[in-house]
């Protein structure tokens, strides 16, 4: 199979507004996983794809390799998250092809999900109005990474980047220095940021340490203890006053960065547009 994903642009969260009240725009949920072409051939046999064309190596659950369509060959392009396959296209199939509108694709890819033991769930889509302010809203208050924007007459382009699916992404990353560990008491860790005095001449300059925020220890030492002066990766929803990190969360530790490097300019201010453009 020479078909590849098709990938999302990056766009800044001040255009959420845009894709909100545009009707050309759909909003799907972004899932953070495994992308995944499932391709299912007419003798039954599945082949996995990993985004950059390569053999998905892991092994997938039965359900999903051992399922027939009884639609003939198919194309299934969508996240795998934690022994569930997510579906958000189909781009090719016996009725429809990757030059189909993203809402055939869609509509081919909801009738396909009514069949007997389908191996996927549909990603969640939102088209009207308020089903994208629903949409959006919910992602920011529970948290999802983001929502993708796409155009629904928008062909499959195999392998490449288009302006017509893009990724809003709420949350962003960073590396953080442990400051403390359980020093509240509580299962957390004091969070902080390298802070160069002469930014100009970094990592050849001195630092001081800034306090950006708590983070939850619960389930996140299934790899390892985390102690003071690691690095560890902290996921967050934008940065609040002061510098302090809005809803960091323990993404996992970094043995490849060193303290020097994780400096404040690792912050990125743009995540509060979001909520401002609810």
Known sequence: ?????????????????????????????????????????????????TRNGTP????????????????????????????????????????????????E???????????????????????T??????LAS??????FEGVVAKVTTSPYRSGGRTDEWVKVKFTQTVDCIVLDVRDDGKDSVRLGLAKPDNPDRAPDTTFKLVEVGRASLIGKEKNGTISRGDVIEVRYLYVGA???????????????????????AQLRYVNKAVLEAL
């Open 56 to 103: 998905y190596t892991r092994k997938l659950p039965a359900h999903i390799t051992s399922w027939k369509s009884p639609t003939g060959e198919f194309v299934l392009d969508g996240e795998f998250v934690d022994g569930t396959f997510w579906a958000f296209d189909v781009p090719v199939s016996p009725v429809s092809a990757m030059t189909a509108t993203l809402r």
């Open 138 to 143: 919910k992602a920011v208050i529970e948290s």
């Open 242 to 264: 002061g510098g302090r990190l809005y809803q960091p969360t323990i993404v996992g530790k970094r043995t490849d960065k060193a303290m020097h490097e994780c400096t404040d």
């Open 1 to 49: 199979m020479k078909l590849r994903p098709q990938l999302a642009k990056q766009s800044e969260t001040s255009s959420l507004q845009t894709f909100v009240e545009n009707d050309r725009w759909v909003l799907e949920q972004k899932l953070d996983g495994h992308r995944l072409l499932l391709h299912y051939g007419v003798t039954g046999l599945l082949q996995a794809l």
């Open 129 to 134: 109005f308020d089903e994208k302010l629903a």
């Open 105 to 127: 694709r869609r509509a081919l890819l909801e009738q396909l999900a009514t069949l007997p033991d389908v191996p996927f769930r549909l990603t969640p889509q939102a088209r």
